[in-house]
T-cell receptor, first 114, second 115 residues
Framework: AQSVTQLGSHVSVSEGALVLLRCNYSSSVPPYLFWYVQYPNQGLQLLLKYTTGATLVKGINGFEAEFKKSETSFHLTKPSAHMSDAAEYFCAVSFSGGYNKLIFGAGTRLAVHP | DGGITQSPKYLFRKEGQNVTLSCEQNLNHDAMYWYRQDPGQGLRLIYYSQIVNDFQKGDIAEGYSVSREKKESFPLTVTSAQKNPTAFYLC??????????????FGQGTRLTVV
C-alpha cells in the first residue's frame, strides 16, 4: 500500500539557518510528489511538485526538493529560514492511473526563532 | 479571482444535528474533494467527485454525505451518524481527475465544533 512518512512532527530552526523537512514514501509504482504549506486556520498552498524530468525541483519562497528514487525520499530544503516560513508543511504523493488521489503525510510544524 | 470558497469559516453543531458545509469553485475544475484534518494526522479523504452527478467514497466516508449537482459546487453534509465530527474540513479541486500529476487547489477551510 502507498504511504507517506514525514520524520519529525515539529522542527525548530533559527532565522537564517538551513531548513530540512524529511519525507519518505512507500510505493510500488512511480510516484508524483508534492509539498504543501499551511498557515494557521488556512487552506493548503502548493510549494512545489515533482512529476517527471529533473529530480531537483524548485518552488516558491526559496524552497526546493530533490526526488531520490533509490532512497524513496523527497526532502524539502531552504538554505536560509525566514520568520515567515513558520507554518505546517505536508508532503503528499499520488500516482498515475485511477483517480487523482493525494495521500498526505502527517505534517511537520516548522518553528523559526530569531 | 479564481479560487475555492468554503463557508462558513466556523460552524458549531449540536449533538444529533446534521450540518452542511459549502464548497464552491470557479476554476472550471472537473474534480472536487473533501478532506478532514485532525491534529497530527494529516489530511484524510472523505469523498471525491470526478464529474458532475458522480462521487465516490474516500477513506473515511462514514457519517458524511455529498452531492455534485453542478460542476461548481460540492457540499458536504456531516450527519448525526458521525460520532466525532469536530475537525477542520478542507475542500479541494483539480483540473484533471485522472493521471495524478496535477495539483489540488484548496479552500480556506471550515472549522466544525460540536457543542
Amino acid at each position: 500500500a502507498q504511504s507517506v512518512t514525514q520524520l519529525g512532527s515539529h522542527v525548530s530552526v533559527s532565522e537564517g539557518a538551513l531548513v530540512l523537512l524529511r519525507c519518505n514514501y512507500s510505493s510500488s509504482v512511480p510516484p508524483y510528489l508534492f509539498w504543501y504549506v499551511q498557515y494557521p486556520n488556512q487552506g493548503l498552498q502548493l510549494l512545489l511538485k515533482y512529476t517527471t524530468g529533473a529530480t531537483l525541483v524548485k518552488g516558491i519562497n526559496g524552497f526546493e526538493a530533490e526526488f531520490k528514487k533509490s532512497e524513496t525520499s523527497f526532502h524539502l530544503t531552504k538554505p536560509s529560514a525566514h520568520m515567515s516560513d513558520a507554518a505546517e508543511y505536508f508532503c503528499a504523493v499520488s500516482f498515475s492511473g485511477g483517480y487523482n488521489k493525494l495521500i498526505f503525510g502527517a505534517g511537520t510544524r516548522l518553528a523559526v526563532h530569531p | 479571482d479564481g479560487g475555492i470558497t468554503q463557508s462558513p469559516k466556523y460552524l458549531f453543531r449540536k449533538e444529533g444535528q446534521n450540518v452542511t458545509l459549502s464548497c464552491e469553485q470557479n476554476l472550471n475544475h472537473d474534480a472536487m474533494y473533501w478532506y478532514r484534518q485532525d491534529p497530527g494526522q494529516g489530511l484524510r479523504l472523505i469523498y471525491y467527485s470526478q464529474i458532475v452527478n458522480d462521487f465516490q467514497k474516500g477513506d473515511i466516508a462514514e457519517g458524511y454525505s455529498v452531492s455534485r449537482e453542478k460542476k461548481e459546487s460540492f457540499p458536504l453534509t456531516v450527519t448525526s451518524a458521525q460520532k466525532n465530527p469536530t475537525a477542520f474540513y478542507l475542500c479541494a479541486s483539480s483540473i484533471d481527475p485522472w493521471g495524478g500529476n496535477t495539483e489540488a487547489f484548496f479552500g480556506q477551510g471550515t472549522r466544525l465544533t460540536v457543542v
